[in-house]
Structures are given as structure tokens and as C-alpha cells.
């Protein structure tokens, strides 16, 4: 076979082949085409809009809906109240206090020779530190005759010098007491030698002290006016040398500085300074509502009829004392202690609010046979206006109470809205002695730190035809207290679970006066509320 031949016979041969394999080709593509068509006819589209509104608006679905809308709301205010419950009716965090170091515990007022006389210092500052002595006011600091100042920047001779007095202040505020200094600045003694030399009428010290030239018939001489000192007596005395009367509103052995001259106000600025550069933690100026008097020097108005003689409560004393400067200047001085990281306290002035003043202290005065209205009335005004302070005092003569009397005076003030001050001389170490740390002085240290004090309400009545005056202390979250007082001389029944709506029927005896306890069970046991004797001139205090 030629060359020729066999090239023609494979070329047609190759020809079929491709025609073979392009048909199979096709016929592929075709039954593919095929199936894609038939898929695409049979891929599911979904219910329409007829079926789908059929199957939404059938009962089944319609109450499946609603109950799982109503489930979810219910879960949600669940939820929400469940929230509130736990905030409001579980115990709380107790708010920060609000008041300053100076606002907290109780004030401990105290002679200064009474720590440092002969020996034990440590022991009695390890003492007032048992005790819960947190804040001290020293008296008899200054270089004096009795209560009457020579030397507002000397320390008293018998407690040794100003490195003494350095040291002292120091071992006190290293047990973590706050320290304070009583100061009168209304007076000193005649002995001062810035009164000499005003007698003696030098520049600087001429008008120091308040002067007057008064009247003179040509024999005996008279003051320029009818003020009269807290004695009863003139407030004038006439000194021979300088030919004139000086001012004291106290005994005559004590000169009335004048205010209103600004070298006056200077040298106390300079007082102050030097006492807290010493280590003071601030100033108790005591007697300050007697700093000015009228300029003009006005007769005082008589307000009662007089008893054939005048005596100092038959005058009205709007002429000489808290007069509007004296606010004036003590806010000069609270705002330079404050300057120096002190605290300014004051006494007895008719205003509570004065710029500067960190505190005004004012002590409530009782006769020595009060009555529960008397009583009432001294304490609700301070107790439900202000952070008050709490001292009280006889007018009728001094220690005119009996010692249960002061005790319940102790609970009294130690629960109140407020701080106590306590005048600690008599009993803090007596005949140079530290004594025991009795029963009513622990437990009240123990009232002291409950929040209820600081953060409680406070609700007073009196009760059992007003022979027992009583209040309660109350803050939720927190242990609360009851206070009464038996005025009278005899056994009375108290149902304290009609008078006041917070207490159980069935309380805590925390702490009772001698005679309370003795017909009481112990201290720290059960006891009826509805039911409770409480003993002639006792108290008692009920924790619930």
C-alpha cells in the first residue's frame, strides 16, 4: 500500500473520530442542561403569603405568640422588682459620716495639773486611752494666779516649761488624742503686765484695757453707766493711780481687754500662733460673747422688776454681750486657725453659724429639782436643729446633783444628737488615782460606735404624766436604742410598746443606773418593753 493511500485513510479516520466524540459531547451537555432545568423546577420557593397569613392567624399560633410576649414581660418586671427588693430591704452599706473629727467623740475637758502632778503620766494617758478618750481640752495651761492669766504665752510654773508642755501634747497625740487648749480672752489678771503699763498709761498699752473718767460730785466718784459684772456687782472699779474706772464683767481681780483696738486683736492672733506652733490641734475660747460692749456706753435695759436691789439677771445685757462685732472678730480668728490646720470652738454665743467657727458650745442649765417638762424643753431645740453639745449645768450651785443624777446625765449626753463635753477633773483621777473604768463608762464607749448615734433619727416624749422622759434612736440596717428617765421619787410601770412604734415587745437591757439595776435582772438580758418597772430617779437603756 502507497504512502499517499495510507495518509488519506488515517485522515479519514481521525475525521470520524472527532465527529463520534463531538456528538457524545453534545448529548452530554444536553442531559446536563436537562437536569440543571430540572432542578431549577423543582427548588422550593417558599409559602406564599395567602398560606403564610393562613398558618399566623390560626389559633395555635396566635395564643403560642401571646403567651411567649406576656412570659417575657412578667420575667422582666421579675427581674426589675426582684432588683429594687434587694436594694431597698437588704442591709445597706452605712453612709459616710458627715461630721469632722472634732464633731465625733466625746470632748474630755481637763485640768493640765491633773496628769502631769507627781508621777505615772504614761499610765494615765494609757488610761484616758482605755477609756476612749479621743479628744482633751487642757486648762489651767498659762502662767496664772488661780484662774486669772498673767501670761497668755508662759506655761504654768507647775507644769514646768514650754519643752514640758511640747512634750506633753506630743505623748497624747501619739496615743491618738487630739488636743485643744482652753483660753478666756475676754480678761486677764490685774497682775499682767500689759495692765500695769496701762495704768500706767504707756503709748502701747494705754487703751489695752476699757477705761472711763465716770462722774464725781467732788467727793466720791461714779461709773458712766449701770452695767454690772456676772457677780451681781459694778462692773466697774475705780483704780487711784490712773484716776479712772476700768471694765470687768467678772471680778474686779480681772480687766476687761478692749477690742476695739486692733493691737489688742493682734497680740491674741500672735497668742494663737504660738500655741499651735506648739502642737495644738485647735483653740476653745470660752467666755466670748463678753468681747465687746457698747461703744458709746449705753445704760443695759431693765427687764424685770427688781427685788429691792438689782442683780445681773434684772438687765437684759444687749449692751454687753454678743454684741454683732464679737461675730465679726471671731470669724477673723476661726479663719487664721484654720489657716494653720486648727479647729476653732466656741461658748455660749446666740448663733450657731458663724463663718469660721468650727463649733459653738453652749452648756444646758437646770435647777437642781428640774422637771421632765424643763428638761424637755432644754434639749429639743439643740437636739432637733443642729449637731449640738451636751454639758450640763446646775444654776443652783455646783455638784448640786446626786450621783445617779449625773450618771444618768453621762448616758443622757452620750446619746444624743451630738457630743458630750465632760468636765473630767472631779472623777477622771481623783486624789491622783486612776480608778476602774466602770460599767456606764465601757458600755457607753460601745453605744458610742454604733452608726444609729451619728445616722439615727431621734424621737423624745414624755411619759407617765410627764414624770419620764424618754426617746429612741433608730436607723434601719442598724442596731437601735432606747433611753428613759424616771424623774420621779418612786417605782413607775412603763409600756414603752404603745409609745413608740419601733420597739419589740422584748429588748435588750444594755445598761441601767444603780438603782435601775436593782430591781432589774443583770445588764445584757431580756427584758419586756410593755411591761418594765423602772426605779425613782433611774435610767435605763434598751437595745433592739
Request: proline letters at 3%; charged letters at 25%; glycine letters at 4%.
Amino acid at each position: 500500500m502507497s504512502l499517499e493511500k495510507d495518509d488519506g485513510a488515517v485522515e479519514k479516520l481521525m475525521e470520524e473520530g472527532k465527529k463520534k466524540v463531538d456528538s457524545t459531547s453534545d448529548k452530554y451537555d444536553e442531559l446536563n442542561k436537562m437536569e440543571l432545568a430540572d432542578h431549577t423546577e423543582t427548588a422550593y420557593a417558599g409559602m406564599g403569603k395567602e398560606e403564610l397569613m393562613k398558618y399566623a392567624n390560626s389559633p395555635f399560633w396566635v395564643r403560642l405568640r401571646w403567651l411567649l410576649f406576656v412570659t417575657f414581660w412578667l420575667s422582666w418586671f421579675a427581674m426589675m422588682f426582684g432588683a429594687l427588693f434587694i436594694i431597698f430591704l437588704t442591709p445597706k452599706c452605712f453612709s459616710t459620716s458627715k461630721h469632722e473629727w472634732y464633731q465625733k467623740s466625746p470632748v474630755y475637758i481637763i485640768n493640765t495639773a491633773s496628769l502631769v502632778s507627781q508621777n505615772g503620766l504614761d499610765e494615765k494617758i494609757e488610761y484616758m486611752q482605755k477609756l476612749g478618750v479621743q479628744h482633751v481640752v487642757l486648762t489651767s495651761v498659762f502662767q496664772a494666779v488661780g484662774d486669772e492669766v498673767i501670761d497668755f504665752m508662759k506655761v504654768n510654773i507647775s507644769l514646768g516649761n514650754e519643752d514640758s508642755m511640747k512634750n506633753l501634747v506630743k505623748n497624747l497625740k501619739n496615743k491618738g488624742m487630739k488636743v485643744m487648749l482652753k483660753l478666756v480672752p475676754n480678761h486677764s489678771s490685774k497682775l499682767n503686765l500689759m495692765f500695769v503699763r496701762s495704768v500706767l498709761q504707756e503709748t502701747l498699752y494705754k487703751d489695752f484695757y476699757i477705761w472711763n473718767s465716770g462722774f464725781s460730785d467732788g467727793t466720791h466718784h461714779y461709773p458712766i453707766n449701770n452695767w454690772l459684772s456676772v457677780t451681781g456687782e459694778s462692773a466697774w472699779s475705780w483704780n487711784d493711780d490712773r484716776k479712772e474706772f476700768y471694765l470687768h464683767q467678772f471680778s474686779a481681780e480681772n480687766p476687761d481687754f478692749n477690742f476695739r483696738n486692733e493691737d489688742v486683736v493682734d497680740y491674741f492672733e500672735k497668742v494663737f500662733k504660738h500655741w499651735l506652733d506648739i502642737g495644738v490641734d485647735g483653740l476653745y475660747l470660752d467666755k466670748v460673747q463678753y468681747l465687746f460692749e457698747d461703744k458709746d456706753f449705753k445704760n443695759d435695759t431693765i427687764t424685770t422688776a427688781p427685788n429691792m436691789t438689782y442683780k445681773y439677771d434684772t438687765f437684759s445685757h444687749k449692751a454687753t454681750s454678743n454684741l454683732p462685732e464679737t461675730k465679726e472678730l471671731l470669724s477673723r480668728w476661726g479663719n487664721l486657725i484654720r489657716n494653720y490646720s486648727g479647729v476653732l470652738i466656741v461658748s455660749d454665743l446666740d448663733s450657731n453659724d458663724i463663718k469660721g467657727i468650727n463649733m459653738v458650745h453652749s452648756s444646758v442649765k437646770l435647777p437642781s429639782d428640774f422637771t421632765g417638762e424643763q428638761l424637755f424643753n432644754a434639749i429639743l431645740p439643740k437636739a432637733t436643729t443642729s449637731w449640738s453639745s451636751w454639758e450640763w449645768v446646775c444654776t443652783d450651785k455646783p455638784n448640786c446633783w446626786k450621783n445617779e443624777i449625773i450618771d444618768a446625765f453621762s448616758i443622757l449626753g452620750s446619746l444624743l444628737p451630738g457630743i458630750p463635753f465632760i468636765n473630767a477633773d472631779s472623777k477622771l483621777f481623783e486624789n491622783n488615782k486612776i480608778p476602774n473604768i466602770t460599767l456606764i463608762q465601757s458600755t457607753l464607749r460601745e453605744l458610742r460606735s454604733m452608726p444609729t448615734i451619728e445616722l439615727g433619727s431621734f424621737n423624745a416624749k414624755l411619759l407617765n404624766n410627764d414624770k419620764v422622759f424618754a426617746f429612741d434612736r433608730v436607723m434601719s440596717g442598724s442596731e437601735s436604742l432606747l433611753f428613759a428617765w424616771n424623774l420621779s421619787k418612786n417605782v413607775t410601770v412603763l409600756n414603752l410598746t404603745k409609745e413608740f412604734d419601733e420597739i419589740p415587745s422584748e429588748v435588750n437591757l444594755s445598761l441601767c443606773t444603780e438603782t435601775a439595776c436593782s430591781i432589774l435582772p443583770s445588764p445584757k438580758s431580756k427584758v419586756s418593753s410593755s411591761l418594765l418597772n423602772l426605779a425613782g430617779e433611774s435610767a435605763v437603756v434598751l437595745t433592739f
